[in-house]
């Protein structure tokens, strides 16, 4: 019988994976700021607390150094703890036990420790949340060795992926969009697990692959709606996973295409964008047949009010001339 | 509590070990065998044996910048320490680490660290996760003065003590944070008055007196054991030589250091183990021997050693 799965909202997503994980594994434990009664800022880990009890979900202190650095200690003695973070700016706070412990403990022992922490925050603009609270800091994370960072877009996705970042023996960063946790897609009933490093083809095409992930995804798949009208057929890939890179997916597409336009909601200084573009010309120039383009957010602190704000980010229109200019 | 004469004269050579040890390392960075940089314990020998000799095997620490000694203390092979420290693939972490960075997971050395008071919130996980698992092991975290003005520590102890974590949080108190003085960098003049303000017992000893220190610990130990929570124990020592090879100690005299050296915990406990009558006089220099000839050869063992080969990246990422 095949399973059609519901419409879920995407904070039902993250639920239903740390709810699973959790089931099925004692050492799966949680804890953040307002996580438990309070069920976190975009209502993440509603009921969990009631259902596991107040030692597996833990209301911590505004202490984000402590609550990641904790994770750590923790991880290393054979707990898989899942920490929120309630917003990825103060993922800056944690940074120390996040790059300087969890992603080098265990190199800097030889291998003898693993660290399967999860640290999870809600990133991203498009609220009017402005400059402290709107920040897309993947590509921070993507440069630190021993990390893995994974951007989810689509409800199913960010299940299937946080059960396999719950599950890997490394420290994964694991972004969400905070404008992002009321839209609603598809998610089997079944359990399902997505790998690591996997990118996903969400819509076929043959004139030009179009890379975004998180919810920028959307606004890439509104793009490659309008362009069909005017007979441009546009591959839109979510890497999901932005370390590891899955680099296969996008040179298999990009045999058939030859044109390359990235799109993200960071801005594009030293942002995966650039990575990606690099990767593909310094090895596979040979499959381009134009310059690649970057579609990406202005590099200005978010502003505040909503003309800013929206001048800022990069929308379906935007993606849709840069993909015009690739095709001329 | 009657001390046993085998048990004592094992504090002593212990602390003989990270002596000798500490004043070999200085020796062969001083003739450029070791590379990098790394910040020695000489003086403060008494701190990490006393607190190691409270604990049970299974327990577990971690450690700071300055932490071969805690490795010793703790059972760490001088041979395999010394072999990380000329970069050796025999070395703990295979040469990857080097002497800020390093672990001994079979021996519940959970690690150095080279981040000032970045491993404090790390042992209160381990101390989350024994208290999880119920094992009944106690963690204790080793930082420095310095560390205590991080907010690494406020946040981690305040968690530490929210949660009844069974930790013990050890300041091996120097009286420098590198080169400024404990008056210059702490409102406080005594780290211990710190505790008060996360709930839990602060203790202040002589981290000098190696029965003292001793003593401390199990007391902090048991009450972590118990179920009862963290004790913050302010251990008065003080670093005989620079806070790493580049310092030139121009910001204390030489008097203050002659004093300290007159305050040496070795010969200290030295002197009332003869006094006591635990141990005669050739015993004793028999006890320094030995520890003399154990890093002799864990320094030729780590010479003779081969370097590391092969990939860099290797041991980043778990499979």
Same mark, same amino acid.
């Given at each position: 019988?095949?399973?059609?799965?519901?419409?879920?909202?995407?904070?039902?997503?993250?639920?239903?994976?740390?709810?699973?994980?959790?089931?099925?594994?004692?050492?799966?434990?949680?804890?953040?700021?307002?996580?438990?009664?309070?069920?976190?800022?975009?209502?993440?880990?509603?009921?969990?607390?009631?259902?596991?009890?107040?030692?597996?979900?833990?209301?911590?202190? !505004?202490?984000?150094?402590?609550?990641?650095?904790?994770?750590?200690?923790?991880?290393?003695?054979?707990?898989? *703890?899942?920490?929120?973070?309630? /917003?990825?700016?103060?993922?800056?706070?944690?940074?120390?036990? !996040?790059?300087?412990?969890?992603?080098?403990?265990?190199?800097?022992?030889?291998?003898?420790?693993?660290?399967?922490?999860?640290?999870?925050?809600?990133?991203?603009?498009?609220?009017? /949340?402005?400059?402290?609270?709107?920040?897309?800091?993947e590509s921070w994370f993507c440069h630190i060795p021993g990390l893995k960072v994974v951007c989810p877009c689509m409800p199913r996705d960010a299940r299937g992926l946080l059960k396999s970042a719950i599950r890997d023996d490394n420290p994964v960063v694991f972004l969400e969009h905070k404008s992002h946790y009321t839209y609603r897609?598809?998610?089997?009933?079944?359990?399902?697990?997505?790998?690591?490093?996997?990118?996903?083809?969400?819509?076929?095409?043959?004139?030009?692959?179009?890379?975004?992930?998180?919810?920028?995804?959307?606004?890439?798949?509104?793009?490659?709606?309008?362009?069909?009208?005017?007979?441009?057929?546009?591959?839109? !890939?979510?890497?999901?996973?932005?370390?590891?890179?899955?680099?296969?997916?996008?040179?298999?597409?990009?045999?058939?295409?030859?044109?390359?336009?990235?799109?993200?909601?960071?801005?594009?200084?030293?942002?995966?964008?650039?990575?990606?573009?690099?990767?593909?010309?310094?090895?596979?120039?040979?499959?381009?047949?134009?310059? *690649?383009?970057?579609?990406?957010?202005?590099?200005?602190?978010? *502003? /505040?009010?909503? *003309?800013?704000?929206?001048?800022?980010?990069?929308?379906?229109?935007?993606?849709?001339?840069?993909?015009?200019?690739?095709?001329? | 509590m009657s001390e046993q004469p085998s048990v004592l004269l094992g504090y002593l050579r212990a602390m003989w070990v990270i002596r000798h040890f500490e004043e070999a390392l200085d020796d062969l960075f001083g003739r450029s065998l070791i590379r990098g940089t790394c910040h020695l314990c000489v003086g403060q020998e008494a701190a990490a044996v006393g607190a190691c000799a409270a604990l049970r095997a299974d327990d577990q620490i971690n450690s700071t910048h300055r932490g071969h000694g805690h490795f010793l203390a703790k059972g760490g092979d001088p041979r395999r320490v010394m072999a990380e420290l000329f970069g050796r693939a025999t070395g703990y972490a295979g040469g990857r680490g080097g002497s800020q960075h390093m672990a001994g997971w079979d021996i519940g050395f959970l690690g150095s660290n080279g981040i000032t008071g970045g491993g404090i919130p790390v042992a209160t996980g381990a101390a989350l996760s024994a208290k999880l698992q119920n094992t009944g092991r106690v963690v204790v975290s080793f930082f420095g003065d310095g560390a205590t003005a991080q907010g690494a520590f406020h946040e981690a102890l305040n968690m530490g003590s929210l949660w009844t974590l069974p930790i013990v949080y050890f300041c091996e108190n120097n009286l420098y944070a590198m080169s400024t003085p404990l008056r210059s960098?702490?409102?406080?003049?005594?780290i211990a008055e710190r505790a008060a303000a996360y709930g839990m017992p602060g203790v202040e000893v002589d981290g000098n007196d190696l029965l003292a220190v001793r003593d401390a610990v199990a007391t902090a130990a048991a009450r972590a054991r118990g179920g009862e929570g963290p004790t913050l124990i302010d251990c008065r020592t003080y670093r005989f030589l620079g806070h790493s090879k580049s310092d030139k100690r121009e910001y204390r005299t030489e008097e203050e250091e002659a004093a300290a050296r007159r305050r040496d915990p070795i010969l200290r406990f030295r002197a009332l183990l003869l006094e006591q009558g635990h141990a005669s006089e050739s015993e004793l220099a028999a006890v320094e021997e030995d520890a003399r000839n154990l890093i002799s050869e864990a320094v030729e063992f780590a010479q003779a050693s081969p370097l590391p080969e092969g990939d860099p990246s290797a041991k980043v990422y778990a499979p």
């Amino acid at each position: 019988m095949t399973d059609r799965g519901r419409e879920v909202v995407f904070a039902q997503a993250i639920r239903t994976a740390l709810r699973e994980e959790m089931q099925r594994d004692e050492s799966v434990i949680l804890w953040g700021q307002d996580i438990g009664v309070y069920g976190g800022v975009y209502g993440a880990t509603t009921g969990l607390q009631r259902e596991f009890g107040e030692d597996r979900v833990r209301d911590a202190p !505004i202490s984000e150094m402590a609550i990641a650095g904790v994770a750590v200690g923790a991880a290393l003695l054979g707990m898989r *703890p899942v920490v929120e973070i309630m /917003y990825a700016d103060f993922l800056m706070h944690a940074a120390d036990a !996040i790059a300087n412990q969890a992603a080098k403990w265990r190199f800097m022992s030889g291998g003898q420790f693993k660290v399967p922490a999860v640290f999870r925050s809600p990133a991203g603009g498009g609220s009017g /949340y402005a400059a402290q609270h709107s920040q897309n800091i993947e590509s921070w994370f993507c440069h630190i060795p021993g990390l893995k960072v994974v951007c989810p877009c689509m409800p199913r996705d960010a299940r299937g992926l946080l059960k396999s970042a719950i599950r890997d023996d490394n420290p994964v960063v694991f972004l969400e969009h905070k404008s992002h946790y009321t839209y609603r897609g598809p998610m089997p009933k079944e359990e399902e697990l997505l790998p690591l490093g996997k990118a996903d083809v969400k819509r076929e095409g043959t004139d030009v692959t179009l890379v975004s992930w998180s919810r920028n995804l959307l606004w890439a798949l509104e793009a490659a709606d309008k362009l069909r009208e005017e007979g441009v057929s546009i591959e839109v !890939i979510d890497p999901m996973t932005l370390f590891p890179l899955d680099l296969d997916t996008i040179l298999e597409s990009l045999a058939k295409t030859g044109r390359l336009v990235v799109s993200h909601e960071a801005h594009a200084f030293c942002g995966v964008g650039a990575e990606i573009i690099a990767q593909v010309v310094e090895g596979h120039m040979d499959l381009l047949k134009a310059a *690649p383009k970057r579609v990406s957010a202005v590099a200005c602190p978010l *502003p /505040y009010s909503e *003309p800013l704000e929206k001048a800022a980010l990069p929308d379906a229109d935007d993606i849709a001339a840069a993909v015009r200019q690739v095709v001329r | 509590m009657s001390e046993q004469p085998s048990v004592l004269l094992g504090y002593l050579r212990a602390m003989w070990v990270i002596r000798h040890f500490e004043e070999a390392l200085d020796d062969l960075f001083g003739r450029s065998l070791i590379r990098g940089t790394c910040h020695l314990c000489v003086g403060q020998e008494a701190a990490a044996v006393g607190a190691c000799a409270a604990l049970r095997a299974d327990d577990q620490i971690n450690s700071t910048h300055r932490g071969h000694g805690h490795f010793l203390a703790k059972g760490g092979d001088p041979r395999r320490v010394m072999a990380e420290l000329f970069g050796r693939a025999t070395g703990y972490a295979g040469g990857r680490g080097g002497s800020q960075h390093m672990a001994g997971w079979d021996i519940g050395f959970l690690g150095s660290n080279g981040i000032t008071g970045g491993g404090i919130p790390v042992a209160t996980g381990a101390a989350l996760s024994a208290k999880l698992q119920n094992t009944g092991r106690v963690v204790v975290s080793f930082f420095g003065d310095g560390a205590t003005a991080q907010g690494a520590f406020h946040e981690a102890l305040n968690m530490g003590s929210l949660w009844t974590l069974p930790i013990v949080y050890f300041c091996e108190n120097n009286l420098y944070a590198m080169s400024t003085p404990l008056r210059s960098h702490s409102a406080v003049s005594s780290i211990a008055e710190r505790a008060a303000a996360y709930g839990m017992p602060g203790v202040e000893v002589d981290g000098n007196d190696l029965l003292a220190v001793r003593d401390a610990v199990a007391t902090a130990a048991a009450r972590a054991r118990g179920g009862e929570g963290p004790t913050l124990i302010d251990c008065r020592t003080y670093r005989f030589l620079g806070h790493s090879k580049s310092d030139k100690r121009e910001y204390r005299t030489e008097e203050e250091e002659a004093a300290a050296r007159r305050r040496d915990p070795i010969l200290r406990f030295r002197a009332l183990l003869l006094e006591q009558g635990h141990a005669s006089e050739s015993e004793l220099a028999a006890v320094e021997e030995d520890a003399r000839n154990l890093i002799s050869e864990a320094v030729e063992f780590a010479q003779a050693s081969p370097l590391p080969e092969g990939d860099p990246s290797a041991k980043v990422y778990a499979p």
